[in-house]
C-alpha cells in the first residue's frame, strides 16, 4: 500500500511551459513534504521542502503547492528548461527531522527543446 | 554539503551469493541511511546506521539478509546476502547533515543485478 502516490509516471513539457508534477499522500499524520530530483547515475538531490502549516513554498521557478484537505501537493516550474528533465520525487513524513521519508515512486519529466 | 561515494558503481552477481556495498562520506556524519530502489517503484529506506551502534531497520528487512557496519563516521558498509533475483535494484547510501531533509544527501548509488 502506497503512501505516497505520484500517478504520472512520465510527463512531457516543451520548454519555457510550466511543469506542473503531482503527488498525492493518505496518511494524514504527514506534516513534512519535500520535493527531490534525480538525473541518471547520481543520487536524489534536495529540490524545495513544504511543511503544513504553509500552502505555498516558492524558491525561483520552483513552487510546492500543499493542499493539506485533498491530501495533494503539486510541484510547478515555470518556466521549464531542458536541464529540468529528471526524475522527481515526493517524499513525506510526520516531522521535519529527516528520518523517515516516504519516497513517491517518481515521474520521470522532459522537457523538449 | 556532503560528497558521496558508493563502490562498486554496479555489479552483476549470481544468485546465492553475497555483495557488499560500500559508502564514503567526505564529511564525519552521526546518521547515514540505507535506501533500496527496485525497478519501477519508490525509495524505500532500509536501515539508518549510526556510528557506535547496531543499524535500526525498517519494517520487511532484517540484519540476516542486510548486515550493516559503521566503523566510523565517515564510512559504511551494507552487505545484500544470499542473494536473489528480487535483490536486484538500485541501493543509495545516504547522509544527514542537519536532521531535516533539505539536508539530506545521497550517494550516486549501487546499481545490482542478479541473474
Known amino acids: 500500500d502506497q503512501q505516497v502516490k505520484q500517478n504520472s509516471p512520465s510527463l512531457s513539457v516543451q520548454e519555457g511551459r510550466i511543469s506542473i508534477l503531482n503527488c498525492d499522500y493518505t496518511?494524514?499524520?504527514?506534516?513534512?513534504f519535500l520535493w527531490y530530483k534525480k538525473y541518471p547515475a547520481e543520487g536524489p538531490t534536495f529540490l524545495i521542502s513544504?511543511?503544513?502549516?504553509?500552502d505555498k513554498n516558492e524558491d525561483g521557478r520552483f513552487t510546492v503547492f500543499l493542499n493539506k484537505s485533498a491530501k495533494h501537493l503539486s510541484l510547478h516550474i515555470v518556466p521549464s528548461q531542458p536541464g529540468d528533465s529528471a526524475v522527481y520525487f515526493c517524499?513525506?513524513?510526520?516531522?521535519?527531522?529527516?528520518?523517515?521519508?516516504?519516497f513517491g515512486p517518481g515521474t520521470r519529466l522532459s522537457v523538449l527543446p | 554539503s556532503a560528497v558521496i561515494s558508493q563502490k562498486p558503481s554496479r555489479d552483476i552477481c549470481q544468485r546465492g551469493t553475497s555483495l557488499t556495498i560500500q559508502c564514503q562520506v567526505d564529511?564525519?556524519?552521526?546518521?547515514m541511511f540505507w535506501y533500496r530502489q527496485q525497478p519501477g517503484q519508490s525509495l524505500t529506506l532500509i536501515a539508518t546506521?549510526?556510528?557506535?551502534?547496531?543499524?535500526?531497520?525498517e519494517s520487511g528487512f532484517v540484519i540476516d539478509k542486510f548486515p550493516i557496519s559503521r566503523p566510523n563516521l565517515t564510512f559504511s558498509t551494507l552487505t545484500v546476502s544470499n542473494m536473489s533475483p528480487e535483490d536486484s535494484s538500485i541501493y543509495l547510501c545516504?547522509?544527514?547533515?542537519?536532521?531535516?531533509?533539505?539536508?539530506?544527501?545521497f550517494g550516486p548509488g549501487t546499481r545490482l543485478l542478479v541473474l
Open positions: 564529511s564525519q556524519v552521526t546518521m
Open positions: 517524499a513525506a513524513s510526520e516531522d521535519n527531522y529527516g528520518q523517515n521519508f516516504v
Open positions: 496518511n494524514s499524520m504527514f506534516d513534512y
Open positions: 546506521a549510526n556510528q557506535g551502534s547496531e543499524a535500526t531497520y
Open positions: 545516504s547522509v544527514d547533515q542537519g536532521g531535516a531533509g533539505e539536508t539530506q544527501y
Open positions: 513544504i511543511s503544513s502549516i504553509k
